[in-house]
């Protein structure tokens, strides 16, 4: 019988995926050089982080479209590492169902081969 409240336990922790989850395993499963993670911030808002080879960037733009033919762009941040530069846009994907997916994009370039 503990065997079975154990089974039942687990059976408790099961969630189903959230919008998160399923744009996160999505990018992943077609961009696989791409690093994607779920982060959360101190107030609970969930947001998928992606940084992606510049080989990659444009396809995976257009791949957000496919995603969500309404995706809305909210701000491009232009970054300086050192020996890079970096470009982050901040995405918003099926917000007509709130709350939206919070999508950040981060694709990195040497400061000497930047295009």
Known sequence: MADDNRIMENVDNVR???KEDT???TIKSRFPNAHVEIRENKWGRKRVWVIV????YKA?????????P???YSIG???DYGEEIGYMSHILLHYDN??????????????????
Not at 53 to 56: G, Q, T
Not at 60 to 68: A, I, P, T
Not at 103 to 114: C, E, F, G, N, T
């Open 23 to 25: 744009v996160a395993e």
């Open 16 to 18: 189903e995926p959230t």
């Open 60 to 68: 995976l733009m257009k791949f957000l479209l496919e995603l969500d």
């Open 70 to 72: 309404e995706a809305h």
């Open 77 to 79: 941040i232009e970054q």
């Open 98 to 115: 709130a709350p939206a997916v919070s999508l950040l994009v981060d694709v990195r370039v040497p400061k000497d081969d930047p295009v």
């Open 53 to 56: 080879p510049r080989e990659d």
